[in-house]
């Protein structure tokens, strides 16, 4: 077995790391250049995978789960990204609510700090809890998902399938469709495709997309066939089942019956346009389950290529 | 040297010499000399022999400011303020005159209450009146003894931090309130819009992922009220306007007829939304348009010494309200001091606490507008001092035989605000490190020094 560390990608004849950013707290700070080297990171690190290398940019060093909210894929997606590059793996006991267990999320990781943590992967419930945490202690930060404000690693993973499947993404369109309004993925997504130039069409009831006129380089469509129309790719996004009674649909079967996903409806879009969806998927809301099983679907790549653009993440930060 | 005096201290002889005197209440503004002796503005030819003399050259002589709204936290939350210290921060920022909001722990809700407050603040660095709370324990239902509240002096009725929720009950009060003279302060906030909000719904909001509360839970509110203050005579006072049309309203009430009047805070009209995103720009100094949509910055998005209630509003909303004051149809700027310790402000943005300290800041920001060129310093004498002053009786004028009540503040010259700096046993506000206009270095209560800075003699 091949024992090595995957080469940071340096600027264009520099010595410089193509990448400058100690924490990743979301993708609207990071440069065509920074994404580009990220996305090549990741390539390399999945090539080292299918080779089955052992992988050691992060030999000796602890990376700290802090998941305050559900996840299963997410926090499994980061473990097996941080062990497969000789990391130790802990988890930290963060609670979700501040005040429930007397300790203050910067407390806590102030304090987990010590420890000799130099990594800490953040899942919370709490839009901006990345930001804290990053002023309150002095480890590298890295945000798995804040409440309804930004999911950049699902963000850097969709733009590399996406890329792999159209490659440059200057130009073409991409249509979101559903609850953007409660949707980190969503927002995420928008820096990174409007930084490299996609358009971004959203489609939605107008509870959910309404607020997003006023985004840069993001069009808000009326009806979802529009949205569609001749669109390079289309990603879906989970409905929040337990978010409808309040959340600006009538009803699921309103719903899935004007915004659902179906064969029929992918036909608008350009031929062979591929489906992403951050999954969980709930097939039948969003989404037909032929959809998701189909061959436009990317979303089985899409967690596939979630390990590599973590492992690209985690190389980067440490660098 | 820096002197903290109180209310309760002999009143001090002193001549202010070349200082520039605006005073509104009697349509002047130049180069004057003040004498006072006896806690009143006095003839320079009454004064004793000992009187000190400052030489008040290159300063602004004003009256003293007066809040209609602060919050004093005392009793029940001390550890984020006292009337003594919040009292200090009063006098530090100007003021002769602070109104005390009835949120604390247990509310102000009977007079003995009222009673037990007042006599705490008498030896306190500014005069003190009490607000009562407009309906039992704050809950929204039953209304206080209103007419013994009355006799204890209290300056109006109000439940803020929350709307008095039942157009029913809001109704029965200013019914009540109307032959006493007394308004019903209303903060003005739909419950069903604003639930489970933490800023101003907007494209900041929107871009933040946080969940915010939209104009129309004012301006809902606000027209309820207005229509309640019409029916039955009472007098609606609007505390903390926010928004652009929550002020329209206003106005078209007042040219109605109906009794009305409302403040602004000094937050309201300087920040704007995008504080929350970590921009540090003035209203006035904001770009058009929306945003920000680039990067944040680290340091400072998501700050939880932005979260306020009502939350900061857009960049046209703080200049419609600017203009409102410099047009007169904004009555008062009332600080909204909220004080509160580092741990219900260094959390998840939308578990901080809302609220900013704002005695300290409040004529600072004032004069930075002033500077801006987007207020006349006459109107912002007028919207911190006078008007506020006559809506609780009192009276704010520098001619002889008025009671010494004012400020000598130096407009040209900065002070960075840090935590030392203030007298609030708080320091929550997203100003702190700011270099401000407008330096205080006198502030008289009835002849009394209550402040004083930088004054040979007096400090």
């Known amino acids: 077995m091949v024992q090595t560390a995957i080469p940071i990608p340096r600027s264009p004849g520099t010595d410089t790391p193509a990448w400058r950013h100690r924490h990743l707290l979301d993708v609207d700070a990071l440069s065509a250049e920074e994404i580009a080297a990220c996305l090549d990171t990741a390539v390399r690190m999945r090539e080292a995978r299918t080779r089955g290398d052992r992988l050691r940019n992060l030999e000796r060093q602890v990376v700290g789960l802090a998941f305050a909210e559900a996840s299963t894929r997410t926090r499994v997606s980061f473990e097996i990204a941080a062990t497969s590059l000789g990391a130790q793996v802990v988890e930290l006991p963060i609670h979700a609510s501040s005040v429930s267990k007397g300790e203050s999320l910067a407390d806590t990781l102030r304090t987990l700090e010590r420890t000799g943590i130099g990594t800490i992967v953040l899942r919370h419930a709490a839009s901006g809890a990345p930001y804290l945490a990053a002023r309150s202690c002095g480890s590298r930060i890295v945000n798995a998902g804040d409440g309804t404000h930004a999911h950049p690693t699902q963000a850097l993973l969709d733009v590399l399938t996406l890329r792999d499947a159209l490659g440059d993404l200057a130009g073409r369109t991409v249509a979101i469709v559903g609850d953007i309004g409660h949707s980190r993925v969503a927002r995420s997504n928008l820096h990174l495709l409007t930084t490299l130039g996609a358009a971004v069409r959203l489609a939605g009831p107008p509870a959910w997309v309404g607020a997003f006129r006023a985004w840069p380089g993001a069009s808000v469509h009326a009806s979802l066939e529009e949205a569609l129309d001749g669109a390079d790719a289309v990603m879906a996004l989970r409905v929040q089942l337990e978010r409808n009674g309040g959340g600006g649909v009538p009803s699921l079967r309103e719903y899935t019956r004007r915004w659902g996903l179906t064969e029929a409806r992918m036909r608008l879009a350009r031929p062979g346009a591929p489906l992403l969806h951050p999954g969980p998927t709930n097939e039948g809301v969003e989404l037909t389950a032929a959809l998701s099983a189909g061959p436009r679907s990317l979303i089985g790549t899409q967690v596939a290529n979630g390990v590599a653009v973590r492992m690209a993440v985690l190389s980067l930060l440490a660098s | ?459």
Not at chain 2, 259 to 269: A, E, G
Not at chain 2, 350 to 357: I, K, L, Q
């Open chain 2, 1 to 459: 040297m820096t002197r903290l005096g109180s209310i309760a201290d002999p009143p001090a002889s002193l001549l202010l010499r070349g200082a520039r005197v605006v005073d509104p209440a009697n349509g002047t503004d130049g180069v004057a000399d003040l004498a006072i002796r006896d806690g009143t503005v006095v003839d320079p030819a009454d004064l004793p022999a000992d009187a000190i003399r400052i030489d008040a050259e290159g300063l602004l002589a004003i009256p003293a400011l007066c809040d209609l709204h602060a919050h004093l936290r005392e009793p029940g939350d001390e550890q984020a303020e006292t009337i003594a210290s919040g009292a200090r921060a009063a006098a530090h920022g100007g003021y002769a005159t602070v109104c005390a909001m009835p949120n604390t722990d247990p509310p102000l809700d009977e007079a003995s209450r009222v009673a037990w407050v007042r006599s705490l603040a008498a030896d306190a660095a500014c005069r003190v009146r009490v607000i009562a709370a407009a309906t039992r324990g704050r809950a929204g239902e039953r209304l206080p003894e209103v007419m013994e509240l009355a006799e204890q002096g209290v300056a109006g009725f109000s439940d803020d931090g929350a709307t008095v929720a039942s157009a029913r009950v809001a109704r029965a009060l200013l019914g009540y309130l109307a032959p006493l003279g007394l308004p019903l302060i209303e903060h003005a906030e739909e419950p069903g819009l604003a639930e489970g909000t933490a800023m101003r719904a907007g494209a900041v909001a929107t871009r933040l992922g946080l969940a915010g509360w939209p104009a129309s839970a004012e301006l809902a509110i606000v027209e309820r009220d207005i229509a309640l203050a019409a029916e039955t005579g009472g007098w609606l006072h609007v505390t903390h306007l926010s928004t652009a049309a929550g002020l329209q309203a206003v106005r078209r009430a007042k040219a109605a007829g109906v009794r009305v009047t409302c403040d602004v805070t000094p937050h309201h009209l300087a920040l704007t939304d995008a504080w929350v995103a970590g921009d540090r720009r003035y209203a006035w100094e904001a770009p058009d348009g929306v945003g920000p949509f680039d990067a944040l910055d680290p340091e400072l998005a998501y700050d939880g010494s932005c979260r306020v209630n009502p939350p900061l509003a857009t960049r046209d909303d703080a200049l419609a309200l600017l203009a409102g004051v410099a047009d007169g149809s904004v009555d008062a700027i009332a600080s909204d001091h909220a004080p509160h310790p580092p741990e219900r402000k260094l959390v998840e943005f939308a578990a901080a606490s809302p609220g900013m300290v704002g005695l300290e800041t409040a004529l600072s920001l004032g004069l930075a507008a002033v500077a801006a060129g987007c207020l006349p310093l006459e109107a912002l004498v007028v919207a911190l001092a006078v008007r506020p002053a006559g809506l609780i009786g009192e009276a704010r004028s520098l001619a002889v035989g008025a009671a010494a009540d004012l400020v000598l503040v130096d407009p040209g010259a900065t002070w960075r605000v840090t935590t030392d700096r203030l007298a609030s046993a708080s320091a929550n506000t997203p100003l702190l490190g700011r270099e401000l206009p407008g330096v205080v270095s006198l502030t008289l209560a009835e002849g009394r020094v209550t402040y004083a800075e930088g004054l040979p003699g007096v400090d």
